[in-house]
């Protein structure tokens, strides 16, 4: 399970990152904890980053590839690799 601590800071790479980062928001990028703890969503941008072994995978072409998938579709666990 992610600590709690860790939650509260960690946030969507994309949302957060250069050209992409969003100005229309005080904190953007927030992250909720889904799918049996499984996943973290982006409340923002709506990517999905998996958690393998209590380690969130925050790529941006990871949480891409399952953007467009429904939080109720999503794998539990989630697969070994992208």
Do not use: F, H
Not at 13 to 31: A, H, I, M, N, W
Not at 41 to 54: A, F, L, N, Q, T
Not at 76 to 81: D, R, T, Y
């Amino acid at each position: 399970m992610i600590n709690q601590e860790l939650l509260e800071i960690l946030r969507c790479p994309y949302c957060v990152s250069g050209e992409t980062r969003r100005t229309d928001k005080e904190d953007p990028g927030q992250l909720d904890l889904v799918r049996e703890d499984s996943w973290l969503v982006c409340r923002d941008c709506g990517r999905k980053y998996p958690i393998r072994d209590e380690i969130p995978v925050m790529l941006i072409e990871v949480g891409e590839k399952w953007q467009a998938t429904a939080i109720e579709d999503l794998p539990v666990p989630p697969p070994a690799e992208d």
